[in-house]
């Protein structure tokens, strides 16, 4: 890295898109969400900028972006140097304030916004170095990667020796893995086919779009339907994409946190005979020994439990593991504590032999999560089995560097930074609530928001 880069400013924007409007996005426990954005801009003194984002979905964002704002004492002032020489003291300076972790502690609006401002950062880390942030992360050496986690309150788990571990073994065989995923990218799922406010033409018309171009092997497609409104619809909504993709595909399940603990099992029984290969959020997101209780009454049924995109931090995490709660881990880069407290997850999960499988969709999550499932195959598990990140197809126009799938693969990234920039003229007309689009909605059809 060259001389110190010192932080001047750091700007923070309310974004948001009326996907309401089409029902995208829709499922049981959200069922009008307007995606949007907290979106951050890192100015330096040398020209470098840094772009970071966390996702909501309409109402409250104002709150994340207050947040942000009172996170930026922290930030400006510093170089980049002093953050990412002790990146864990710094992340630790963001989430332990003597005043500030009152209204947390790492969880909640607080936390979303610890994720914008880091993602921030990681992104200038990485446009300083030159490199996409998957590489920066495969090409560091693993005491400076541990070295970025703060493994307060999951020792009991995973030792700071045990990562670096992990780490030193998955050397080998590294760089076939990177010229893999270059070639042939990383497995990807969908879920925009079934949105829960969709009907059954809508789900037929968006299966139909989304397997055009496809020329990989049929078994390689896999599909996620949103459940949990009505228990007749899911039985035929999931047979009709079961009968649209035929037995071999790969489908999944999507609560979104709707049932209580025995209900959920009920309603997934009932289900059972469309193989899903997870049931995802059946509960509360909070309710780790209601998730291992489902999970081992599902376990009959080839059906295993994926959490995690509403999971507060690593330490709920860690105890999902320990409870064999879970069969498929959610990472979601804006709602932990961005890359820092994502490794630590990601780190866990391999200990424990549980497959990542990222949350994404929103605003931003497709192009932030492909950065860091890519590390976890080249540097961490080494593994595809069971494993794939989700996708989503909305709103990737509205970044400079957007997601791409060929194959039904991610095509790994190669623009330097975290691919958190946003388009100068998306955020101008979807700013909230003076963007164009907005004033227009407000007066021509009264859009609540």
């Given amino acids: 890295m060259a001389g110190a880069t010192t932080i001047v400013q750091l700007r923070v924007s309310d974004v948001r898109f009326p996907t309401s409007l089409e029902q995208h996005g829709s499922d049981a426990m959200h069922t009008e969400p307007d995606y949007s954005v907290a979106y951050v801009v890192i100015e330096t003194d040398g020209g470098h900028e840094g772009y970071g984002l966390t996702f909501t979905l309409g109402k409250g964002t104002e709150v994340v972006v207050c947040a942000v704002e009172a996170l930026s004492a922290f930030v400006v002032g510093r170089t980049l140097q002093e953050i990412v020489g002790d990146f864990r003291a710094f992340y630790r300076l963001l989430t332990s304030d003597g005043q500030m972790r009152w209204i947390g502690p790492e969880k909640g609006v607080i936390q979303l916004a610890t994720a914008a401002v880091l993602n921030a950062v990681w992104d200038l880390w990485a446009r300083v170095e030159g490199k996409p942030l998957w590489k920066l992360l495969v090409d560091m050496e693993p005491r400076k990667l541990v070295s970025c986690i703060d493994f307060r309150y999951i020792t009991d788990a995973l030792t700071e020796e045990e990562a670096l571990d992990i780490l030193v073994k998955a050397q080998e065989g590294k760089c076939q893995r990177e010229e893999e995923m270059l070639r042939d990218g990383y497995p990807a799922y969908t879920t925009s086919c079934a949105w829960i406010g969709y009907s059954d ?249």
């Avoid at 409870?323 to 990472?331: H, K, T």
């Avoid at 890359?339 to 999960?349: D, G, P, R, S, T």
Wanted: aromatic share 6%.
């Fill in 201 to 449: 033409q809508d789900v037929l018309r968006t299966l139909r779009a989304v397997t055009v171009g496809v020329t990989v092997p049929v078994p390689l497609c896999r599909f996620k339907v949103k459940v949990g409104a009505d228990l007749q619809d899911d039985v035929r909504r999931c047979r009709l994409v079961r009968q649209m993709i035929g037995p071999d595909n790969t489908l999944m399940i999507d609560a979104n946190q709707r049932w209580d603990v025995q209900e959920a099992i009920t309603w997934v029984s009932h289900l059972a005979e469309f193989k899903p290969l997870w049931i995802e959020e059946p509960t509360s997101p909070d309710d780790i020994l209601g998730h291992a209780v489902i999970s081992k009454a599902l376990a009959p049924l080839g059906i295993g439990v994926a959490t995690g995109e509403q999971c507060h931090n690593r330490v709920m995490f860690k105890q999902l593991l320990q409870a064999s709660a879970l069969q498929f881990v959610q990472i979601d880069s804006c709602r932990l504590g961005s890359v820092n407290e994502n490794l630590a997850v990601i780190l866990m999960a391999c200990k424990f032999h549980v497959p990542v499988c990222p949350h994404a969709g929103g605003v931003g999550l497709c192009e932030l999560v492909r950065h860091l499932i890519l590390f976890d195959y080249i540097s961490v598990s080494a593994s595809l089995q069971n494993r794939m990140c989700e996708y989503v197809d909305h709103l990737h126009e509205h970044f400079k560097s957007p997601v791409v799938i060929r194959n039904a693969c991610y095509v790994p990234p190669k623009d330097p930074g975290y691919s958190t920039e946003m388009r100068e003229e998306s955020v101008r007309r979807y700013q909230y609530p003076q963007g164009e689009v907005w004033q227009t909605l407000q007066a021509t059809r009264g859009h609540r928001t």
